[in-house]
């Protein structure tokens, strides 16, 4: 009986533990909401801010033509971020999020890496960063790349230590690239996590549950 108990608690604790997992708003998180206006042979672009990013004139979004040249295919829709067009380039959006001490937060974004990049001397290189609003960086992949003609998800966590700095300040999302290099991305993915204290005390309440009911 113990077992089974133990058996539906653990099962409860992970249902709770997903179910906790709050979604953080972001805007235009899939590139789709504007139309790209300069034309070139690789797919139509726009350079600077654009809906709900901040963008330098060295990012912006773009429509690739799909094939050999960028990419086999994109994760969603039919347009893309990007950073880098030769010089450095950096794009960010600050969320609504306010940084609370003991909170995880998770990003999940697909980095794309276009094919044809070495014949315009370029690399794919990118970085996906949260950061504050003032810009200090809480946690960075640093500099990676997608395998050519493709996009590979790529996922960050930061938990808040006590006394940080940024609490209070708003979440951001930041993507950018060295000169250089260019980097795609799509399907930016933010959530707040449970922390291991909340989890912990939520298995201590319900391990007390079961102690009442068993006596
Ligand atoms: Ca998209």
Not at 8 to 24: D, E, K, M, N
Not at 45 to 60: E, K, L, M
Not at 149 to 168: E, K
């Amino acid at each position: 009986m113990l077992i089974l108990r133990s058996a539906v608690l653990i099962s409860s604790l992970t249902l709770v533990s997903s179910a906790f997992a709050v979604g953080i708003t972001v805007i235009n998180p899939s590139f789709e909401a504007d139309v790209p206006n300069i034309g070139h042979a690789d797919g139509n672009y726009a350079q600077g801010p654009f809906t709900g990013w901040i963008a330098d004139s060295g990012a912006g979004f773009w429509a690739p033509v799909l094939g050999p040249n960028t990419f086999a295919a994109i994760p969603d829709g039919v347009q893309v971020g990007y950073t880098g067009n030769g010089g450095v380039g950096a794009m960010f959006q600050d969320t609504a999020e306010v940084i609370a001490v003991g909170k995880t937060y998770k990003l999940s974004v697909y980095l794309g890496n276009r094919a044809n990049l070495p014949s315009y001397g370029m690399n794919g290189l990118g970085a996906i960063s949260l950061q504050d609003s003032l810009g200090n960086t809480l946690a960075t992949t640093g500099l990676v790349s997608a395998t050519s003609n493709q996009f590979d998800l790529q996922t960050l966590y930061y938990t808040v230590p006590i006394a940080s700095p940024s609490a209070g300040l708003n979440l951001r999302i930041h993507f950018s690239s060295p000169g250089g290099s260019q980097a795609s991305y799509d399907q930016v993915v933010a959530e707040a996590v449970p922390e291991p204290a909340s989890m912990a005390a939520l298995g201590l309440g319900a391990l007390a549950l079961l102690r009442r009911r068993r006596r």
